[in-house]
């Protein structure tokens, strides 16, 4: 399950007033969550019988196949992450210094239906894994790519200068451009970056 969540993407959620990084993985045979607010990240991974007794203790008066109860929790959860959450779904979160606790509402064949997901603090790997290391990669991939726009942006302003020193002139006034500064560009980009930070 943690490999297939790895493939994941993460959505930005929001429970209350409070922002959450998600992901999810489920599976007939159970499912893993991954939950961050970017200062500590939580996680629950539940197999079949985890999930049957839960969803006992918490759905007395339904019986359902765990598949089927697993199904219909990964029907509620995809519409949250993708931004469009069901208008009979409810979902709450509860923090503790324990963990962090995921309450959905909402309703099977008609009948209440209740789930919790009990989420613990994720292990220093999983955070690793999931939250740092792709961060970082993707980071370093930005930085290149900057770096060869900047390569490219540089080379096209030698291109223009060398066309005017050999008398061309723009047929459109509004096209002209400046020479790019890197250093100009830089400082405004961090001065941006701080200022959205804070």
């Not at 985890?50 to 697993?70: I, P, Y």
């Not at 199904?71 to 979902?91: D, E, S, V, W």
């Not at 503790?96 to 099977?108: I, T």
């Not at 900057?146 to 047929?171: C, F, H, N, W």
Request: hydrophobic residues 40%; charged residues 20%.
């Amino acid at each position: 399950l943690e490999s297939s969540l790895l493939t994941q993407p993460w959505a930005s959620v929001c429970f209350g007033e409070s922002t959450f990084l998600v992901k999810v993985c489920f599976r007939d045979t159970g499912y893993i969550l991954l939950m961050s607010d970017l200062s500590s990240v939580w996680y629950e991974s539940a197999g079949a019988e985890a999930v049957g007794q839960r969803s006992k203790e918490l759905n007395k008066r339904l019986t359902v196949h765990v598949s089927s109860f697993l199904n219909h929790l990964c029907n509620l959860m995809c519409p949250l992450l993708a931004g469009q959450p069901g208008a009979t779904t409810a979902f709450s979160c509860h923090r503790s210094p324990s963990g962090l606790r995921l309450q959905v509402k909402s309703e099977l064949s008609g009948l209440p239906f209740y789930w919790e997901f009990h989420c613990c603090p994720a292990p220093l790997e999983m955070v690793f894994r999931h939250l740092v290391r792709p961060l970082i990669q993707m980071n370093l991939v930005l930085q290149c790519q900057v770096q060869e726009l900047i390569s490219l942006l540089l080379q096209k302003d030698a291109e223009i200068e060398d066309y005017r020193e050999s008398g061309a002139t723009l047929s459109r006034a509004r096209l002209r451009t400046e020479p790019f500064q890197e250093e100009t560009f830089q400082q405004n980009f961090m001065a941006e970056v701080r200022s959205g930070a804070s």
